[in-house]
C-alpha cells in the first residue's frame, strides 16, 4: 500500500507501536521524505527514520537529534547510484522504498524497525551479485569506532573516524582481527551482515562499507541510549564467550615467545639460555614458547636438526625452569617442503579459483605455500595428527597457530564460505592448550573465548600506542581476553630502547594478560647481528610490572567470569562506564580495567603526564590518596619506576584490589 497521508497512522510491529509512518513535508513533491517513529519502551530511547526520496536515503534521529545519515550517494552497486524514489509504502512491519538507479534498474530498501533497531536491507532486480556499498556522512556521526584491527604497518586511528581507513580486503579470511561491526559516540551501530569479504573505507568526511559478491546488502542499525547498549547488542547477535581459553596460570603471568628475541636466528642454546636468563631476572612465566624457524622447512612439522639437535633435551630443560614448552605452527606448507607432496597427492590443499584442478598457492612471509583444506576433515586430522605427534614424541604441550585459516585468492570447498573457514580453524585450534598466545580468529567467532593478541606492531613509541588502541578494538568487538602485540614489539626492527620496553610491560601489566618476548636483560639487534645489553635495573623495573599484573590475578579473573557470564569487556574504553563524559571519547591512553581500575599508564617520553578522572572517588596505590573525580590531575609524577592507576571506590571489587595493590 502507497503512503500518501500525512496523518499519523498506528500499527503493531513487534510488541510494538509505529507512528507517523509517513510525514509529508509541505513541499510539491509530496514523496520527498517519509518518515516512521519507534517510540521509547523501557531502556530503549525510541527513535525515528525518514527516507528522503529526492534521492534514495536514510536519515536516524533521537529527540531532534541527527544520529546517522547516508551520504548523498547513499547505495550504490557496479558503478551506479540510487535515485529517485517512486514509491514508499508499508509490507508487514516493513517499510518499503522502491527508487530508480542511474543504471535504469530498479533499487528497493526495506527497513524494519524494533525497540532498539531497525534491519537495513536493499537489492537491485536484474543484477548479478557483485559489490554492493552504503555510504554514511561521518559530520552527522560524531566519532566512528570499531571495525577492530586496521591492517598491519597502517596507523590505527582513534577514533577510526579521527584519521584515514583503507581495508579493501577486510574479510572473514584477514589476519587482522575484524568484525563488520562500527558503533559511534551518537550511541548507534551499524553491523553489517556478510558472511563475504568487504572493503572498508573512512575518509574525507565519509564511511564506505562495500560488501562483495552480494545479491542483497543486509544490515542491522542498533540505536541506543548508550554506547555499552550498543555493545551489548551486538554481542546479543553474535554470541559472548562461552569460556575462557586461557588457564588461571596464563593469566597470571607473562607467556614468553621467542619471536622478538631472536626472530628466524635462532638455535637450542640460545632458547635455554634466554629461558635461564628470564628465570634468573625474576620474569619468567608460564611458558616459553619457540616461534618461526625451528622446523627443516616451513609445513614439515618436524624440529630441524642442525639448530636444535636434541628437542627432548630442550623441552625437559623448560619444563625443569617450572614452565610449560609450545611451539609456532602455521596451516601454509612451503612448496619445498616434503609434507606439500603428500598434501598435495592427497587432496589436502585448498585448490585455485582459476584452475580447480591444481592447488592454490599464495605468498606470505616465509616463501611460497599451499594452504591445508580445513573443509576436508582428512587434511584436518592428519594436520592434527602431526601435533599430536609432535606432543607425545617431545613433551609438547601446547602450539601459537599463526597464518590465516583461508586466503580470499583460493576456492572453498564443499560448499562453505570464508566465514565458515574461521569456524573450521576455531574448533580445530579449540583442541590444543594456546598456552595464552590464542588464536587470531574473528567475524562472528567470539563464543570460542580465545585470548586475543594484537597484531605485530612496531618497537616505537608509536608501536606501543597502536598496539594498546588495537587491543581496545579488538576487546570492544565482543573479544575480552586480549593482549597486546609482544612487549616491546616485533617488526623485525631494531630493539625496544629501555624506556619503551618497560613502559610497555607496564601498559600490559594493567590488560587481562602479558605477552612478552624481549629479554630485558639483553637481546640482539637483528638488523646488524650485534647483542644488545640493557642496563641493570631493565630488569628489576619489568620485574615489577610483572609483579603488579600478578597482584591483580585474583580480580582479573573475577572479571574473566563476568566476560563469560554476560559478555562484558574487561579492557574497555572509560565511556562504557561513564556514557556522559565526552572527554573520554577521543583518548587512548586512559582505560578501565573491569570496573574498578583506572589504567593511565605513560606511553611516551616523559616522567608526568595528564590523568583524566571520571566522576566519583578514586584511590591512589602510589600515593595512597583518594583523589575527587571529575577533574584532571594535571603533570601526575610517573618516573619510569611508576606506572599510573587509580582504583574507584565503591565499584565491585575495588576493596580487594586496594589491598592486593598495597600489600
Request: with cysteine; net charge negative; charged share 20%.
Amino acid at each position: 500500500m502507497q503512503l500518501r497521508t500525512s496523518r499519523p497512522a498506528v500499527c503493531a510491529a513487534v510488541g510494538l507501536v509505529l507512528t507517523g509512518v509517513l510525514a509529508a513535508p509541505a513541499a510539491a513533491d509530496p514523496l520527498s521524505a517519509a518518515t516512521f517513529s519507534v517510540p521509547r519502551r523501557g531502556d530503549a530511547p525510541g527513535y525515528q527514520v525518514r527516507v528522503d526520496t529526492a534521492r534514495l536515503g536514510v536519515t536516524v534521529s533521537r529527540g531532534g537529534e541527527t544520529l546517522l545519515r547516508t551520504a548523498p550517494d547513499a547505495f550504490t552497486f557496479g558503478g551506479a547510484v540510487a535515485t529517485r524514489v517512486r514509491s514508499v509504502s508499508k509490507q508487514g512491519d516493513t517499510v518499503v522504498a522502491e527508487a530508480d538507479s542511474s543504471a535504469g534498474k530498479a533499487v528497493t530498501l526495506r527497513l524494519t524497525p524494533h525497540a532498539d533497531r531497525f534491519d537495513l536491507r536493499w537489492s537491485v532486480a536484474g543484477e548479478p551479485a557483485g559489490d554492493r556499498a552504503t555510504h554514511f556522512d561521518l559530520a552527522t556521526s560524531g566519532h566512528w569506532y570499531g571495525g577492530g584491527e586496521t591492517s598491519e604497518g597502517k596507523p590505527q586511528p582513534y577514533p577510526l573516524s579521527a584519521g584515514v581507513v583503507d581495508e579493501p580486503e577486510f574479510s572473514p579470511a584477514s589476519y587482522m582481527m575484524q568484525e563488520p561491526y562500527f558503533t559511534t559516540s551518537k550511541s548507534v551501530g551499524v553491523y553489517v551482515r556478510t558472511a563475504q569479504p568487504m572493503k572498508v573505507a573512512l575518509a574525507q568526511g565519509r564511511a564506505d562499507l562495500t560488501v562483495t559478491g552480494a545479491s542483497e546488502y543486509s544490515s542491522t542499525v542498533f540505536v541506543e541510549s548508550s554506547r555499552r547498549a550498543v555493545y551489548d547488542d551486538y554481542i546479543g547477535e553474535v554470541g559472548k564467550p562461552a569460556k575462557s581459553d586461557a588457564t588461571d596460570a596464563e593469566y597470571a603471568s607473562p607467556l614468553w615467545n621467542s619471536w622478538a628475541q631472536y626472530y628466524r636466528n635462532i638455535d637450542q642454546d640460545k632458547v635455554v639460555a634466554w629461558a635461564r636468563d628470564l628465570k634468573a631476572a625474576n620474569v619468567a612465566g608460564h611458558t616459553v614458547q619457540l616461534d618461526d624457524k625451528w622446523e627443516s622447512n616451513y609445513g614439515n612439522l618436524t624440529f630441524d636438526a642442525k639448530t636444535f639437535p636434541d628437542p627432548k633435551k630442550l623441552v625437559a630443560d623448560i619444563h625443569g625452569m617450572g614452565q610449560k614448552f609450545g611451539l609456532w605452527t602455521t596451516f601454509w606448507i612451503n612448496l619445498d617442503s616434503a609434507n606439500y607432496g603428500y598434501a598435495r597427492d592427497h587432496g589436502y590443499l585448498l585448490h585455485a579459483k582459476a584452475d580447480p584442478a591444481q592447488p592454490c598457492t599464495v605468498t606470505w612471509w616465509n616463501g611460497t605455500a599451499g594452504i591445508i583444506d580445513l573443509g576436508n576433515p582428512q587434511a584436518r586430522d592428519w594436520y592434527t595428527g602431526n601435533l599430536r605427534k609432535l606432543m607425545a614424541d617431545y613433551g609438547v604441550d601446547g602450539f601459537k597457530f599463526d597464518t590465516r585459516f583461508f586466503d580470499d585468492s583460493c576456492a572453498t570447498s564443499n560448499g562453505l564460505t570464508p566465514q565458515d573457514y574461521q569456524k573450521l580453524g576455531a574448533d580445530m585450534t579449540d583442541q590444543f592448550d594456546q598456552q595464552g598466545a590464542g588464536i587470531r580468529t574473528h567475524w562472528g567467532n567470539q563464543r570460542y573465548g580465545f585470548v586475543i593478541r594484537a597484531v605485530d606492531a612496531d618497537t616505537t613509541w608509536d608501536g606501543l600506542r597502536t598496539s594498546l588502541r588495537r587491543a581496545s578494538a579488538i576487546s570492544t568487538d565482543g573479544y575480552p581476553f586480549v593482549e597486546t602485540d609482544m612487549i616491546g614489539g616485533s617488526e623485525s626492527m631494531p630493539p625496544p630502547s629501555r624506556e619503551v620496553l618497560v613502559r610497555w610491560a607496564q601498559a600490559a601489566s594493567l590488560m587481562p594478560l602479558m605477552y612478552a618476548s624481549t629479554s630485558p636483560v639483553s637481546t640482539v639487534d637483528t638488523t646488524t647481528g650485534q647483542p644488545v645489553t640493557y642496563p641493570a635495573d631493565t630488569a628489576r623495573l619489568y620485574a615489577d610490572a610483572v609483579r603488579t599484573h600478578s597482584k591483580l590475578a585474583g580480580y582479573i579473573q573475577a572479571q574473566v567470569k563476568l566476560a563469560v557470564a554476560d559478555g562484558s569487556p574487561i579492557m574497555r574504553p572509560v565511556f562504557f562506564d561513564f556514557p556522559a563524559d565526552h572527554r573520554f571519547d577521543t583518548i587512548d591512553d586512559e582505560w578501565l580495567l573491569g570496573p574498578a581500575l583506572l589504567a593511565a599508564p605513560v606511553i611516551t617520553t616523559g616522567t608526568t603526564r595528564d590523568v583524566v578522572l571520571p566522576a566519583g572517588l578514586w584511590f591512589d596505590p602510589h600515593t595512597r590518596r583518594i583523589e575527587i573525580g571529575g577533574r584532571t590531575l594535571h603533570g601526575y609524577p610517573a618516573p619510569l619506576d611508576t606506572t599510573p592507576m587509580f582504583v574507584r571506590l565503591g565499584a565491585p571489587g575495588s576493596a580487594a584490589l586496594i589491598t592486593a595493590l598495597t600489600h
